[in-house]
Every structure is written in structure tokens, then in C-alpha cells.
């Protein structure tokens, strides 16, 4: 099993740019999640998928939009990147939502210029 | 609102020399708490979830414990390859999806 795999690795978008940050798992898990991590700011939840179909807003949603294409898949979406995106970005997933461990992919690391 | 403070922010340790990380929080209804590993470069790995005070798991050289307000992860006798900043976060009740994490410990064991 992959567990869990994130592309792309690295990228460097201009401000104004747009781009998709592709996640999937093979594990069956129900939930998704799309974090990211900045120094000093530990992981802050962006948005989250409780279950194919489903989406929500995490703490930081604003400036990204989501879709959960089927349950192994689960996109993050920036429509106009800004300087204040450049970021570390993790997807992970759990068997289902609340007192369930998540499992983290190897991350995003995105620069906007 | 949920908290979870995590202290020391960095720990250096000599090969052999045990200690703890604290973590230490408020939320509302506890459902879960856990302890992730994380490599620099790398995404958190799950280590240990902990359910109610008095619960207790390890795992070779780490133990995680709990209380009503705080959880504690030890660590006997580390080795250098337990260097890594290791990330604790709670999962409050009420149907809520989303965790709170803390800023992590970032733990440098020395040959």
C-alpha cells in the first residue's frame, strides 16, 4: 500500500496564478483533510471531507476551494495564489472523522512569488 | 475555544538521557489525543491516540500518558534516530472533524 500520496512535491506559482494540488489513499478511508504548515503556526486545517460527498470548512478556508472526486480522491484548489499561500501543504485521512489517528502524506511545498 | 500548548518549544538531549515532552490543553469533551512524529521534510506519522485519563501506551522507547489536562511523552534512553519534532493534537467532542494541533517539540538526541 502507498497509504497516502500527494502531487506535486515542489512548485513555484506567480502571484495571480492558479493550480490543484492533487491527493489520493488507498487505504478505504472515508474522511480526508487538506492542512497546511507554517513556521511557528503548527498544522491548521483547511478544509475537510467527512465522507465521499461531503465537504467542509476547516480554520483557514479562505483563498482555496476543494472536491472530493470519489473516495480515494481528494483535491485542494487555489484560484489566484497569493504570497500569504506559500506554505507546506499536507493531505491526510482517516478511517472517519473525530477520535480516529490520520495518516499524512509527504506534502506540498508551494512558493508563490 | 480549544488550546494545545506544547513545551518544551526544543529539547537537546544526550544518547541515553531520558525525559519527557509536555502537552498540555483545553477542549471541550475529549475524544481523542495523539501523538504524531515528524521528520523534517516529511509529513506527521502517527505514533500513539490516547482516549481518557489514566491511559497509558508505548511503544519501544516512548510512553504516552494522559491526564484531565495535559499528556506527557517519554522518552527512555533515546537514541539519535528518535530526533525528530514530535506534534500533539486533541480531538474535542460534539461531532466536531476538526483537530487542534499543538506547535510541536523539536527533539535533537546527540551521539
Known amino acids: 500500500n502507498a497509504g497516502v500520496t500527494q502531487t506535486p512535491k515542489f512548485q513555484v506559482l506567480k502571484t495571480g496564478q492558479s493550480m490543484t494540488l492533487q491527493c489520493a489513499q488507498d487505504m478505504n478511508h472515508n474522511s480526508m483533510y487538506w492542512y497546511r504548515q507554517d513556521p511557528g503556526m503548527g498544522l491548521r486545517l483547511i478544509y475537510y471531507s467527512a465522507s465521499e460527498g461531503t465537504t467542509d470548512k476547516g480554520e483557514v478556508p479562505n483563498g482555496y476551494n476543494v472536491s472530493r472526486l470519489n473516495k480515494r480522491e481528494f483535491s485542494l484548489r487555489l484560484e489566484s495564489a497569493a504570497p500569504s499561500q506559500t506554505s507546506v501543504y499536507f493531505c491526510?485521512?482517516?478511517?472517519?472523522?473525530?477520535?480516529?489517528?490520520?495518516?499524512f502524506g509527504p506534502g506540498t511545498r508551494l512558493t508563490v512569488t | 475555544e480549544d488550546q494545545v500548548t506544547q513545551s518544551p518549544e526544543a529539547l537537546r538531549l544526550q544518547e541515553g538521557e531520558s525525559s519527557s515532552l509536555n502537552c498540555s490543553y483545553t477542549?471541550?469533551?475529549?475524544?481523542?489525543l495523539f501523538w504524531y512524529r515528524q521528520d523534517p521534510g516529511k509529513g506527521p506519522e502517527f505514533l500513539f491516540t490516547?482516549?481518557?485519563a489514566g491511559e497509558e501506551k508505548e511503544k519501544e522507547r516512548l510512553k504516552a500518558t494522559l491526564t484531565k489536562k495535559e499528556s506527557f511523552l517519554h522518552i527512555t534512553a533515546p537514541k539519535p534516530e528518535d530526533s525528530a519534532t514530535y506534534l500533539c493534537?486533541?480531538?474535542?467532542?460534539?461531532?466536531?472533524?476538526?483537530?487542534?494541533f499543538g506547535r510541536g517539540t523539536s527533539l535533537i538526541v546527540h551521539p
Open positions: 490516547l482516549y481518557s
Open positions: 477542549v471541550s469533551g475529549l475524544r481523542g
Open positions: 493534537a486533541v480531538q474535542p467532542g460534539g461531532g466536531s472533524y476538526i483537530p487542534t
Open positions: 491526510a485521512s482517516s478511517v472517519a472523522g473525530g477520535s480516529y489517528e490520520q495518516y
